[in-house]
């Protein structure tokens, strides 16, 4: 009988350790470990990115993020698009055994700038944009030719805005870390200005001063003409000064512009101003009286007409006018009533509201009030001593005509007190109580105000 040949227990331990680990080895090579690096991570787009996969894949496979793939252990790819992108790279063994995979975040900026243009030179420029993808808090710079000129921080959706002041054109472009946004190009416009130096009284010095800053910006064009006929036509840097003849009354029609150089915007001014007689009085006659009645008008000192005759309307008017603005009182315009006549203004009531009658006992002028505004204004004559009441009234009489007091047309507001036309209103108190106003304008009164008109009166 042959004999049995039998395997030791230790060699059979042995062969199965052995066996096992071929085993584990074959498994683990089945799961490739796969790293990945990119290079930049972050950038404005479009942002180009070098990716590198390494690991124990001999094949790799991309998956960029954005819709589309690539295939390598090295590629190149541009994000055209701002966004948030995440991407993945997948290891293949031979065979097409198992895989591993790695992922990278990728972002890709754009940021934008939006600016108000022309500016006026000296004063707030807005500039605004958008960060995206949208990031709060983000620092934004705002440069101007390079330069940082101010920042912001985006709000939660990435929009950004900064004002800053602009005193010369450039290039403004705003700054996220390496990020840049878009160029605009900003205008400045200019500042002009003009003024007349003189009283522009007939055989008086008068010229015209106009100025642009700032000088840089161009040169001043400047027209000048007197009626249809172009007296000046030049050109200054900086300064203009022209002197204009002042013989005889006229008009002058001023025409300034700059001729803007690059960067900075066109801007014009218009101005006029009249040369009339240092003094207007009774009998004066002509295109300076117009002018005169057409400036009183204007700021609603009444007058019968506008006939270019300087009669006891213009004289009331003048004296109006010298009451409220606190001048000498003689009705005469002078080169004092002329001055004080191209800065005038409307007058307020002291009460702004409905209708009434004011009279200032201190100022002894009448004030026709519509609608909390005044729409006349005439000068009269109260109590020479002092005795015309103060206080809130209503008319409650009204007698046409002459009365025998030569009062004239006379409405009533209390007891035989009125306000009345009268032959004579001098530019002080004067009336035995009553309110004084000149003939000529009583009618008028008289048919536009009716019974219950208030009347207030006050020093």
């Known amino acids: 009988m042959q004999a049995e040949h039998r395997i030791p227990v230790r060699k059979i331990a042995l062969i199965s350790a052995f066996c096992l680990l071929l085993w584990a080895r074959a498994v683990h090579a089945g799961t490739n470990a796969v790293s990945i690096q990119a290079t930049p991570m972050s950038g404005g787009a479009p942002l ?58 990728i972002t890709a900026y754009a940021l934008s700038l939006r600016a108000s243009t022309p500016v006026k030179v000296g004063s707030p420029g807005v500039f605004a944009g958008q960060l995206a993808p949208a990031t709060a808090g983000a620092y934004v710079v705002l440069e101007r030719n390079g330069k ?11 929009t950004f805005r900064i004002k800053t002041r602009v005193r010369a054109p450039g290039s403004f472009q705003a700054l996220y870390g390496n990020i840049a946004s878009n160029e605009r190009a900003v205008r400045v416009r200019p500042i002009l200005s003009a003024r007349f130096a003189g009283a522009g009284t007939v055989g008086s010095p008068l010229a015209l001063i106009a100025r642009v800053r700032p000088a840089s ?35 002058y029609r001023v025409a300034l512009s700059v001729e803007a150089k ?61 009451k409220v603005n606190g ?31 004011e009279v200032d ?8 009030v519509r609608g909390g505004k005044v729409v006349k204004i005439l000068p009269v004559s109260t109590g020479a001593t002092g005795n015309t009441p103060t206080g809130t009234f209503h008319v409650y009489s009204k007698e046409p005509g002459y009365n ?18 009268y032959p004579d209103v001098p530019a002080y108190p004067a009336s035995h109580g009553c309110v004084r106003i000149p003939i000529w304008v009583a009618v008028s009164m008289y048919d536009t105000h009716g019974y219950g008109t208030t009347v207030i009166i006050y020093y």
Not at 151 to 158: E, L, P, Q, V
Not at 234 to 242: E, H, K, Q
Not at 404 to 421: D, E, I, P, R, T
């Open 48 to 105: 180009t990115v070098d990716f590198t996969a390494s690991g124990d894949g001999v094949a790799f496979h991309w998956d960029f993020g954005d819709g589309t793939a690539g295939d390598g252990a090295t590629i190149e790819h541009t994000y055209q698009q701002a966004g948030h992108y995440t991407a993945t790279v997948t290891g293949s063994a031979f065979g097409g055994g198992a895989t591993g995979q790695a992922s990278v975040a």
């Open 148 to 158: 940082q000129v101010a920042h912001a921080r985006t709000k939660a959706n990435g």
């Open 217 to 251: 910006a161009g040169r001043i064009h400047v027209v000048v003409r007197s009626g249809a006929r172009k007296v000046f036509d030049g050109r200054a840097s900086g300064l203009a000064r022209v002197h204009l003849k002042t013989g005889t009354p006229g008009t």
């Open 262 to 322: 690059p960067g900075f915007a066109n801007t014009a001014l218009a101005l006029r101003k009249t040369v009339v007689p240092p003094r207007l009085s009774w009998g004066s006659r002509g295109i300076s009286v117009r002018f005169l009645e057409q400036q009183l008008v204007a700021l609603h000192y009444a007058l019968s007409g506008i006939d270019g005759y300087y009669g006891q309307d213009d004289y009331d008017a003048v004296t109006a006018f010298e």
């Open 327 to 357: 001048m000498s009182r003689d009705g005469v315009a002078g080169p004092a009533v002329w001055n004080r006549l191209e800065n005038a203004t409307i007058p307020r009531p002291r009460y702004p509201s409905g209708d009434h009658i």
């Open 361 to 368: 006992k201190s100022r002894q002028v009448l004030f026709d």
């Open 404 to 421: 025998q007091k030569l009062m004239y047309y006379s409405m009533y507001f209390l007891g035989n007190f009125a306000v009345h036309g």
